[in-house]
């Protein structure tokens, strides 16, 4: 009788060791990932910038409105840099004269979203304080 119980014994360990393997190759998965960093955009050494600042009406918060807005602008090929003020409802940007005007940046803002509306757009030598720095 002991001797059967061993066996017994034996015979669940060694089924429960067997059973509980996972045999099957884990699933690899290729996700491409699309790089727009600024170190990977061209840029032009001999252009000429200029600095834009316009309002842009219709936003409703900084994380969704104001960062799109800000990333469309900034992925247009002869844009140095963009930033969107969400508080002040300010866009601020440099780019390339010539690959650049001040209606594809409007066009920009408004594919992004039709709720956009841009206006006081104009040149600036400098762009004014942002209400970051202005806090400090």
Same mark, same amino acid.
Do not use: W
């Given at each position: 009788?002991?001797? =059967? &119980? +061993?066996?017994?014994? *034996?015979?669940?360990? !060694?089924? $429960? /060791? @067997?059973?509980?393997?996972? /045999? $099957?190759?884990?699933?690899?998965? +290729?996700?491409? *990932?699309? $790089?727009?960093?600024?170190? #990977?955009?061209?840029?032009?050494? /001999? #252009? !000429?910038?200029?600095?834009?600042? &316009?309002?842009?009406?219709?936003? +409703?918060?900084? =994380?969704?409105?104001?960062?799109? *807005?800000?990333? /469309? *602008?900034?992925?247009?090929?002869?844009?140095?840099?963009?930033?969107?003020? &969400?508080?002040?409802?300010?866009?601020?940007?440099?780019?390339?004269? #010539?690959?650049? +005007?001040?209606?594809?940046?409007?066009? !920009?803002?408004?594919?992004t979203g039709k709720m956009y509306k @841009?206006?006081?757009?104009?040149?600036?030598? #400098? &762009?004014?304080?942002?209400?970051?720095?202005s806090a400090q």
């Amino acid at each position: 009788m002991k001797s =059967i &119980f +061993t066996i017994l014994a *034996i015979g669940a360990l !060694t089924l $429960s /060791n @067997v059973a509980c393997k996972d /045999n $099957s190759a884990p699933e690899v998965k +290729t996700v491409a *990932i699309e $790089s727009h960093s600024e170190a #990977a955009k061209q840029l032009d050494p /001999n #252009a !000429t910038y200029a600095k834009a600042e &316009f309002s842009i009406e219709g936003m +409703t918060c900084a =994380i969704g409105c104001a960062k799109t *807005i800000e990333k /469309n *602008i900034s992925k247009m090929e002869g844009v140095k840099s963009a930033t969107v003020d &969400f508080d002040r409802k300010l866009a601020m940007v440099e780019y390339d004269e #010539a690959k650049v +005007t001040p209606t594809t940046l409007e066009e !920009t803002v408004t594919e992004t979203g039709k709720m956009y509306k @841009v206006s006081e757009m104009k040149t600036v030598e #400098a &762009f004014s304080e942002t209400s970051e720095s202005s806090a400090q």
